[in-house]
């Protein structure tokens, strides 16, 4: 039996309120919102260890290479990095972070192409939320060394599933198993004194960590769509070496979400404690005066208008003193990251890292 949405509404809207008074949710972040939150997360230290060099390709213009490391734990995480073939000069580099989209069989399959070229479910995700393009690869075409990397639950670190016969591919019929694995995932993070957004941002930060180290590269920042940019928003905070961020199709304030909105959402976004300590655009901001950029798709059935419109008065208030450094772009799109809202980013992306 579904619940009654006004029912269930009017629950959750006491409980929020009990809450409010109670335990002072949302509050005005303080000075160490970034510390604080990430003890709040879990966020392990990690590193990328053993890092190996698993083949390597030239595409056209590109050259690629498939990596794998260890974080210590689960399957190797695999990844690509991609670049100009011609590139002698270090390059600037980009943390290309990939989407939740439902779809965990694939990790940077979804934003990334090697020689085999994308899958048909990849396709499929690519014409709804990226403009049939592989993202990453147009990056790199930009003049950037791009790495799209695998985490926790995606991919290569995927779970070993056994997903129920019936209709689809093997790759749909593993996503609808993962989608009622991912509270299983959570719980055992919560357990642990983690949280699956913490992990997950620490796999990220080793990512980003190792893509410094490369003496190919330059100054970095990264992007992401969707949960994608909840990525990319984590990392930009726990990592103030992260030159420039974009989030795309990724904010909101959480007391929005209260009207109808949460349960469309991962577990990600939901890391214990945080709200007690402010809202998702609160954390977000927190790296200011560093350059942001936040695309806002304004038909976005994920998010509600007011949830973005109070995210980005409270962006904009975080950098009031950082004139120019946070852009705000909003997009007559629904729920997606586009060619129009990845070129602009791309040049955006190119100003601050070219510096």
Not at 21 to 40: C, I, M, N, Q
């Amino acid at each position: 039996m579904s619940p009654d949405p006004a029912a269930e509404g009017a629950v959750f809207g006491e409980l929020a309120a009990l809450a409010g008074a109670r335990l002072g949710t949302f509050p005005e972040p303080g000075p160490r919102l970034r510390e604080a939150a990430r003890d709040a997360m879990g966020v392990l230290d990690l590193r990328a260890e053993d890092v190996r060099v698993e083949r390597a390709w030239t595409d056209g213009d590109l050259a690629g290479e498939e990596l794998s490391w260890s974080v210590g734990f689960g399957p190797r995480t695999r990844a690509f990095l991609l670049k100009p073939r011609e590139a002698t000069a270090p390059l600037p580099g980009v943390v290309a972070l990939h989407c939740h989209a439902g779809m965990k069989w694939a990790g940077k399959e979804k934003i990334a192409d090697a020689p085999e070229g994308p899958s048909p479910e990849v396709s499929r995700l690519r014409a709804d939320l990226y403009g049939g393009r592989a993202f990453a690869n147009a990056l790199a075409r930009r003049g950037f060394a791009v790495l799209a990397h695998d985490v926790l639950a995606w991919g290569s670190r995927r779970f070993p599933l056994d997903p129920e016969p019936g209709p689809g591919s093997e790759a749909d019929r593993y996503d609808a198993a993962a989608r009622a694995h991912e509270h299983v995932v959570a719980k055992h993070c919560a357990v642990l004194g983690t949280s699956f957004a913490g992990v997950v941002a620490a796999e990220d930060l080793a990512a980003a960590a190792y893509l410094r180290s490369r003496p190919d590269v330059a100054r970095v920042g990264c992007a992401g769509l969707s949960g994608g940019g909840l990525r990319a928003g984590l990392l930009g905070a726990f990592d103030e070496h992260v030159a420039a961020v974009v989030v795309a199709a990724m904010m909101t304030s959480y007391r929005d979400l209260l009207d109808g909105y949460v349960a469309r959402h991962t577990w990600m976004l939901y890391p214990p404690g945080l709200p007690r300590l402010g809202d998702w655009p609160d954390l977000v901001a927190a790296r200011a005066p560093a350059p942001l950029m936040v695309q806002y798709a304004t038909r976005d059935e994920l998010f509600p208008g007011p949830g973005m419109r109070r995210a980005h008065e409270t962006i904009t208030a975080r950098y009031r003193d950082a004139p120019g450094a946070y852009e705000a772009v909003f997009a007559d799109v629904p729920h997606s990251f586009d060619v129009p809202m990845q070129e602009r980013a791309f040049d955006w992306l190119a100003r601050h890292l070219r510096g």
